[in-house]
């Protein structure tokens, strides 16, 4: 007597689908916040090893200061410093808008949509005036 | 891991890892996130504050209880949260034997780093002059 079996055991199992992959999924503003609160965090904590290195140079002496300071005021160490700036503000607010979500609170698409675009904004915003408030009082602007 | 077992699935689940501080780790970066929060405003606040000052007056300022304590704190905080957040994206992505190393070196860098500019806070702090 011939048994016939419904899914046969030596059949390999068939691919199941993934979930959506990055490289066929639009970006959307939720996503893109997700990724560069990841993205600003990573880049925070090379720039808090430059923190460090400020801190002992200045322990070291006036020397070993001024030659740090020399590199933060050239025109590549004002742009690792602004891209700084903006990093550390769009991170900042991206963690507010995080520990909102920890209260359970702006969970509706409209409100994750309005808050990722005022903190995009508030980010460049913060960025502005921190660097012209910066310039003012140093004398250059 | 598939193979049939007569096991209840609470006996699968004992030994399998802590239940009582899966959720120290999210809470240690929360309690962190809501200190660097003031702490890198008045950090930055500060920069400003002193834009195109020269040393002395920059190491005036730092050897004030106020700043030198400030500055402890966001360096405590600062790489608390670091080491925390770091661990979390090597274990999210590298899944090979290095993880475990990764996850050591990014560790002890961390609290290498937070130790190293703690002690020249202190320097500036303590200097006499």
């Known amino acids: ?61 006036p020397g070993p200061y ?24 769009l991170h900042l607010c991206g963690s507010i808008r995080h520990l909102v979500w920890d209260t359970v609170h702006g969970f509706e698409l409209r409100s994750i949509y309005i808050s990722g675009w005022s903190a995009v904004a ?6 502005v005036a921190a660097w012209v408030a910066g310039l003012c009082v140093g004398g250059w602007l | 891991m598939n193979r049939p077992l007569f096991r209840s699935p609470l006996g699968r689940a004992i030994g399998l890892g ?14 962190t996130a809501v200190a660097l929060v003031p702490l890198t405003l008045w950090f930055a606040a500060s920069i400003i504050a002193h834009a195109g000052s020269d040393y002395p007056v920059f190491i005036a300022w730092l050897r004030t209880p106020f700043a030198a ?28 034997g290095v993880r475990f190393a990764a996850v050591i070196a990014i560790q002890l860098c961390c609290y290498g780093l937070a130790v190293t500019g703690i002690v020249a806070t202190l320097r500036i702090a303590f200097s006499g002059e």
């Open chain 1, 122 to 127: 508030a980010s460049a915003a913060l960025t």
């Open chain 1, 66 to 89: 001024a030659t740090v300071q020399q590199a933060i005021g050239s025109w590549m160490g004002r742009f690792v410093l602004f891209s700084c700036t903006f990093t550390f503000f």
């Open chain 2, 18 to 31: 802590s239940a009582k501080s899966g959720s120290q780790h999210w809470l240690v970066q929360r309690v």
């Open chain 1, 1 to 61: 007597m011939h048994i016939k079996t419904i899914a046969p055991a030596t059949k390999a199992p068939r691919p199941r689908p993934l979930s959506p992959n990055i490289q066929i999924y639009r970006p959307q503003l939720t996503s893109v916040l997700s990724i560069a609160n990841r993205v600003t965090g990573i880049l925070l904590s090379v720039g808090a090893v430059g923190l460090v290195i400020w801190l002992s140079a200045a322990a070291a002496g």
């Open chain 2, 69 to 96: 304590g400030g500055m402890i704190l966001l360096l405590i905080a600062l790489f608390h949260h670091a080491a925390l957040g770091l661990r979390v994206v090597i274990e999210d992505y590298i899944h090979s």
